[in-house]
């Protein structure tokens, strides 16, 4: 059974439109998280939810919106897409604490045009 | 930017034992180093961390430095399925944040 799991796995939209990305994970974990892979491979922290609560968020565009219904699920909704927002967004979850590593979903190709 | 610096790709003969290095000179005394690898087109998977001692788990060994400013992932029979980027980080004491992955070094396992 799948740990972390996303979907969609590629998403193409034009600018301007919005889209959600969805994640899920089974392994229990209190704390979940969307990074961002850009096209240099670089790939940096966005949100990070702990028991539905946000405890980290970086400086991203406020267009981004990060959702948790529970603490299995971390969605990321954006809003006004533009071409820059084009990355791979990964989804992972933890369990709190120092030395805790973490699991990560499959990751979901964004393309604006 | 990255709080560790990685040579940007290596080479290793299937079957011998892959050394990646990493420095992390500005390292905190309560930072622990990481490893990850990302096997093209899927997420980041975890490897090994560590604090000061050395550590060996099922996939790899991890060599940190007396000082702490570098480690060296050792990946001690490499197979064609461990052509991967890896990724060394270092973390801050109870969360990820301002954590950068990247770029990383990208192994080839040659056969």
């Known amino acids: 059974d799948t740990a972390v799991s996303q979907t969609p796995k590629y998403l193409v939209t034009q600018m301007g439109n919005d889209k959600s990305i969805k994640c899920e994970q089974n392994?229990?974990?209190?704390?979940m998280y969307w990074y961002k892979q850009d096209s240099k491979k670089f790939l940096k922290i966005m949100f990070s939810y702990n028991n539905k609560e946000l405890i980290i968020n970086e400086t991203v565009p406020n267009r981004f919106s990060p959702k948790s219904p529970d603490k299995a699920h971390l969605n990321l909704h954006i809003n006004s897409l533009e071409l820059g927002d084009s990355a791979v967004y990964f989804c992972a979850s933890s369990l709190p604490g120092q030395t805790s590593e973490q699991y990560f979903g499959p990751g979901t190709r964004l393309t604006v045009t | 930017d990255a709080k560790t610096t990685q040579p940007p790709s290596m080479d290793c003969a299937e079957g011998r034992a892959a050394n990646l290095p990493c420095n992390h000179s500005?390292?905190?005394?309560?930072?622990?180093v990481y490893w990850y690898r990302q096997i093209h087109s899927q997420g980041p998977q975890y490897i090994i961390h560590?604090?000061?001692n050395n550590e060996t788990n099922e996939m790899a060994s991890l060599i940190i430095t007396e000082d702490r400013k570098s480690s060296t992932l050792i990946l001690p029979h490499a197979t064609l399925r461990d052509t991967a980027v890896y990724y060394c980080?270092?973390?801050?004491?109870?969360?990820?944040?301002?954590?950068?992955f990247g770029p990383g070094t990208s192994l080839s396992v040659i056969p």
């Open positions: 980080i270092v973390r801050v004491k109870t969360s990820y944040d301002k954590v950068i």
């Open positions: 392994l229990g974990h209190d704390t």
């Open positions: 560590g604090l000061k």
């Open positions: 500005t390292i905190s005394g309560n930072e622990y």
